[in-house]
């Protein structure tokens, strides 16, 4: 039957669209709540109407809250250009047109020249600051007309993305904008070696604030979805692996549907969103909750370039997931495409399952009690950089992909050995936990007992969450040291934005050590003091 799905699925899924439809998106600036953002969703529904698919485009009010998170204003970027000069002579220059992430998401517009000064733990301010860290908090805290930022983390030779998502009303009288980390290192070096000398940097910034509503688009082909499509189309240009490759995939799942007969056609809805801001909206916007979800977010590398890994984002474990099952037999077996010197499958691209994981649209669903999977590729060399360019893409694995969450959605459809798939994974993810748990030390007894049980349903039966938590609102409502060394440590954005409020609206007890169990995480004393009262904050201040 896979084989036939497969057959039938391939005649309709063409390279040269997915081409067409990568240069279409990767043209535009598509910063959240952006004039560009939203031209690339309205040129998307034109291509995919003429493609014979029925489309029609969401408006979301820009500005205020919506359960526990906050809509950024409209903001577009016009121009903008840096030089750092010592006396006469420019040493780094950056214009927007070709740096797209030159200027942090919804930076208020400026001009200027100033002398450049090293953030310490001494001093941070000036006229131009150079620092590292959470960017808002940088915006908020830093007395500075420009604050320079680098970050450690992304490409050393590339211009960081990066976002402040501030609201009207928070806008202040300075810009911030982003150089590469291989630049701050030489003007850090400079200054260093003789502290006396000046560094000049001129800088000017042509942003500007609208009212003009945030797009987002849905195509359905039934008002009774078995299978929702997600994909985030928001993100700088050129932001091929994120996103267009999920926005990709998507159309080309999407057409491929509508193209099907018989066996191969699967009830479904595709929704091409702003990250979060246009998802938490979707329940409304759908007539009928769908059975299952597959959240696209990075997917079709050529994982030689970008060095990620395929992976298979389960939901939490506190959840009975059939989708998560279906999901990882599909890849198995459109991906284990080389062959061992027997003549056995084995994988052609590197892949795997991995624990629930926060950060994108999935969380959103997962909060709904939707039945919800990801397909994710991780790490990713140029991630949120403006290097992270069309040729960083494989069209043949985002065919594969593509492929993948098409028998993913058809098989869960049409309930494939159900029960067998579910017993077969309950038993592969028990084995992969006594695996990990031999590398990490870590004891998953309590994972163990859980994959067994008859865990939390989804759908109805779940106490839903309305959003994650942001953790802008908690940043709001906690000591900023605090804080700040909470965003250090390894999973706790996932465990407080929606692992541990889901389990306690839900009475989940051990909520902690199963949540550590289960992402196979050893926190000290310490830091699991700062969660926990992170988690105070969220309970008794937030979810009351």
Same mark, same amino acid.
């Given at each position: 039957?896979?084989?036939? *799905?497969?057959?039938?699925?391939?005649?309709?899924?063409? $390279?040269?669209?997915?081409?067409?439809?990568?240069? @279409?998106?990767?043209?535009?600036?598509?910063?959240?709540?952006s004039?560009?953002?939203?031209?690339?969703?309205?040129?998307?529904?034109?291509v995919?109407?003429g493609?014979? *698919?029925?489309?029609?485009?969401? =408006?979301?009010?820009?500005?205020?809250?919506?359960?526990?998170m906050?809509i %950024?204003?409209?903001?577009?970027l016009?121009n903008?250009?840096?030089?750092v000069?010592?006396?006469?002579?420019?040493?780094?220059?950056f214009?927007?047109?070709?740096?797209?992430?030159?200027?942090?998401?919804?930076? %208020?517009?400026?001009?200027?020249?100033?002398?450049?000064?090293?953030?310490?733990?001494? =001093?941070?301010?000036g006229? &131009?600051?150079?620092a590292?860290?959470?960017?808002?908090?940088l915006?908020?805290?830093?007395?500075?007309?420009?604050?320079?930022?680098?970050?450690?983390?992304?490409?050393?030779? +590339?211009?960081?993305?990066?976002?402040?998502?501030?609201?009207?009303?928070?806008?202040?009288?300075?810009?911030?904008?982003?150089?590469?980390?291989?630049?701050?290192?030489?003007?850090q070096?400079?200054?260093?070696e003789?502290?006396?000398?000046?560094?000049?940097?001129?800088?000017?910034v042509?942003?500007e604030?609208?009212?003009?509503?945030?797009? +987002?688009?849905? $195509?359905?082909?039934?008002e009774?979805? +078995?299978?929702?499509?997600?994909?985030?189309?928001?993100?700088?240009?050129?932001?091929?692996?994120?996103n267009?490759?999920?926005?990709?995939?998507? $159309?080309?799942?999407a057409?491929?549907?509508?193209?099907?007969?018989?066996?191969?056609?699967?009830p479904s809805?595709?929704?091409?969103?702003?990250?979060y801001?246009?998802?938490?909206?979707?329940?409304?916007?759908?007539?009928n909750?769908?059975?299952?979800?597959?959240n696209?977010?990075?997917?079709?590398?050529?994982?030689?370039?970008t060095?990620?890994?395929?992976? @298979?984002?389960m939901?939490? *474990?506190?959840?009975?997931?059939?989708?998560? %099952?279906?999901?990882?037999?599909?890849?198995?077996?459109v991906?284990?495409?080389?062959?061992?010197?027997?003549?056995?499958?084995?994988?052609?691209?590197?892949?795997?399952?991995?624990?629930?994981?926060?950060g994108?649209?999935?969380?959103?669903?997962?909060?709904?009690?939707?039945?919800?999977?990801?397909?994710?590729?991780?790490?990713?060399k140029y991630?949120?950089?403006?290097?992270?360019?069309?040729?960083t893409?494989?069209?043949?694995?985002?065919?594969?992909?593509s492929?993948?969450?098409? &028998?993913?959605?058809s098989?869960?459809?049409? =309930?494939f050995?159900?029960?067998?798939?579910?017993?077969?994974?309950k038993e592969?993810? =028990?084995?992969w936990?006594?695996?990990?748990?031999?590398?990490?030390g870590i004891?998953?007894?309590?994972?163990?007992? *859980?994959?067994?049980?008859?865990?939390?349903?989804?759908?109805?039966?779940?106490?839903?969450?309305?959003?994650?938590?942001?953790?802008?609102l908690?940043?709001?409502?906690?000591d900023?040291?605090?804080?700040?060394?909470?965003?250090?440590?390894?999973g706790?954005n996932?465990?407080?934005?929606?692992?541990? %409020?889901?389990?306690?609206?839900n009475?989940?007890?051990?909520?902690?050590?199963l949540?550590?169990?289960?992402?196979?995480?050893?926190w000290?004393?310490?830091?699991?003091?700062?969660?926990?009262?992170a988690?105070?904050?969220i309970?008794?201040?937030?979810?009351?």
């Open positions: 039957m896979i084989h036939e *799905l497969v057959s039938k699925y391939m005649e309709n899924l063409h $390279a040269s669209m997915a081409r067409d439809l990568l240069n @279409i998106i990767t043209r535009y600036h598509r910063i959240q709540g004039r560009e953002l939203n031209l690339a969703v309205e040129e998307l529904k034109e995919l109407s493609m014979g *698919l029925s489309t029609r485009v969401l =408006k979301i009010a820009p500005g205020g809250t919506k359960g526990f906050e %950024p204003a409209s903001w577009n016009k903008a250009f840096l030089e000069k010592v006396g006469n002579t420019v040493i780094e220059k214009h927007s047109k070709d740096y797209p992430t030159l200027v942090a998401a919804h930076s %208020p517009p400026g001009e200027g020249c100033g002398e450049l000064s090293i953030c310490t733990n001494e =001093k941070c301010e006229d &131009v600051v150079l590292k860290g959470y960017v808002y908090d915006y908020k805290t830093i007395d500075a007309r420009l604050i320079l930022v680098y970050d450690p983390k992304r490409f050393r030779d +590339a211009v960081p993305y990066t976002g402040l998502f501030i609201s009207r009303e928070e806008v202040l009288d300075k810009v911030v904008m982003n150089i590469p980390y291989t630049t701050a290192l030489r003007l070096s400079m200054l260093i003789n502290p006396a000398r000046k560094i000049t940097v001129c800088w000017r042509e942003s604030y609208s009212g003009e509503g945030i797009l +987002a688009l849905v $195509a359905c082909n039934t009774e979805p +078995a299978v929702l499509y997600t994909s985030h189309i928001c993100h700088p240009k050129p932001g091929a692996h994120d267009a490759s999920g926005s990709v995939a998507n $159309a080309l799942i057409f491929a549907i509508a193209n099907s007969r018989n066996e191969a056609y699967i809805c595709h929704a091409w969103v702003p990250e801001t246009g998802t938490i909206f979707l329940k409304n916007a759908l007539k909750p769908p059975k299952a979800v597959i696209l977010d990075m997917v079709g590398s050529n994982q030689g370039v060095g990620s890994t395929l992976n @298979i984002v939901p939490p *474990l506190i959840i009975d997931s059939t989708i998560a %099952p279906y999901a990882y037999l599909a890849v198995k077996y991906m284990d495409t080389a062959s061992s010197f027997g003549g056995f499958k084995l994988p052609g691209v590197r892949y795997s399952i991995t624990p629930y994981t926060a994108s649209d999935h969380d959103v669903t997962i909060g709904w009690g939707w039945d919800s999977v990801m397909y994710n590729e991780w790490p990713s991630y949120h950089t403006n290097m992270d360019a069309l040729s893409l494989s069209v043949t694995s985002l065919i594969q992909i492929l993948a969450s098409l &028998v993913a959605g098989l869960y459809y049409q =309930k050995k159900t029960d067998q798939v579910r017993a077969r994974f592969y993810l =028990k084995a936990y006594g695996m990990e748990s031999l590398k990490t004891t998953p007894t309590l994972i163990s007992s *859980l994959i067994d049980s008859e865990r939390m349903p989804v759908r109805d039966k779940v106490n839903e969450l309305e959003t994650p938590i942001s953790l802008r908690l940043y709001k409502k906690m900023r040291d605090m804080f700040l060394r909470l965003r250090e440590i390894r706790a996932t465990y407080l934005s929606l692992y541990a %409020p889901l389990g306690y609206k009475g989940v007890e051990n909520l902690m050590e949540f550590k169990q289960e992402n196979l995480i050893g000290t004393k310490n830091e699991e003091i700062i969660i926990n009262n988690w105070s904050i309970k008794d201040e937030i979810l009351k």
